[in-house]
């Protein structure tokens, strides 16, 4: 069981948007940066999100990254095949003195 | 180009100990807290622990204290895992990643497969 909870997956068309929820509480999101990650299978996670909402260098801006409350969600527009993958998010909490992530959320470009 | 490479590895018995190593280069590899993940089949991401950049400050998952050490040598460049005790459930790939808490990871490993089986 994840301490941060997001939807095991996802669907939408080409071009379309989607979001993915992360939700958590006080402790982990609520007074923590939260971070995303994109999987694609049979690679290394890598960074998409930073800080709430802030790309690292090389990120297109279809990807965006929001915070409110002990929720956080990314969202990603014009959906691509290639956008197929894992997402995760991911912080820090104070309580556990630990870094959490969630369950995972798999995108499927339909 | 930041580098990170991962080795050691391999299939061990219960019981059993492995020693991971992280080899970093491409940016000055003591200005940075470092941290380890692992990855069990099939499943999503579980942090392990971390280490600031100078290993005054380390933190475990409960999963693994008591039986996991990370340490760092910043004149070669290398960050370590020793597992000892290791159990079934450690299975998994591990990655280290640069970055540590609530900052973002921003470059990660390639991943080294660890598998506890008798």
């Known amino acids: ?14 071009g379309q948007k989607v979001t993915i929820s992360c939700s958590g509480s006080s402790s982990n999101i609520g007074n923590n940066y939260v971070s995303w990650y994109q999987q694609l299978p049979g690679t290394a996670p890598k960074l998409l999100i930073y800080d709430n909402n802030m790309r690292p260098s090389g990120i297109p801006d279809r990807f965006s990254g929001s915070k409110s409350g002990t ?12 956008d197929e993958a894992d997402y995760y998010c991911g912080t820090w909490d104070s309580s556990l003195s630990a870094e959490v992530f969630g369950g995972g959320t798999k995108l499927t470009v339909l | 180009q930041v580098q990170l490479v991962e080795s050691g590895g391999g299939f061990v018995k219960p019981g059993g100990s492995l020693r991971l190593s992280c080899a970093a280069s491409g940016f000055t590899f003591s200005d940075y807290y470092m941290t ?30 008591g039986r996991f050490t990370i340490s760092r040598d910043n004149a070669k460049n290398s960050l370590y895992l020793q597992m000892n005790s290791l159990r079934a459930e450690d299975t998994a790939v591990y990655y280290c990643a640069r970055g540590a808490g609530a900052k973002g990871k921003d470059y990660w490993g390639q991943g080294t497969l660890v598998t506890v089986s008798s």
Request: net charge positive; glycine share 10%; no cysteine.
């Open chain 2, 36 to 65: 380890w993940i692992r990855q069990a089949p099939g499943k999503g991401l579980e942090w392990v622990s971390y280490i600031s950049s100078v290993g005054s400050t380390i933190y475990y998952a409960d999963s693994v204290k």
């Open chain 1, 71 to 82: 929720s956080a969600t990314l969202g990603i527009t014009g959906l691509q095949t290639g």
């Open chain 1, 1 to 14: 069981q994840s301490v941060l909870t997001q939807p095991p997956s996802v669907s939408a068309a080409p």
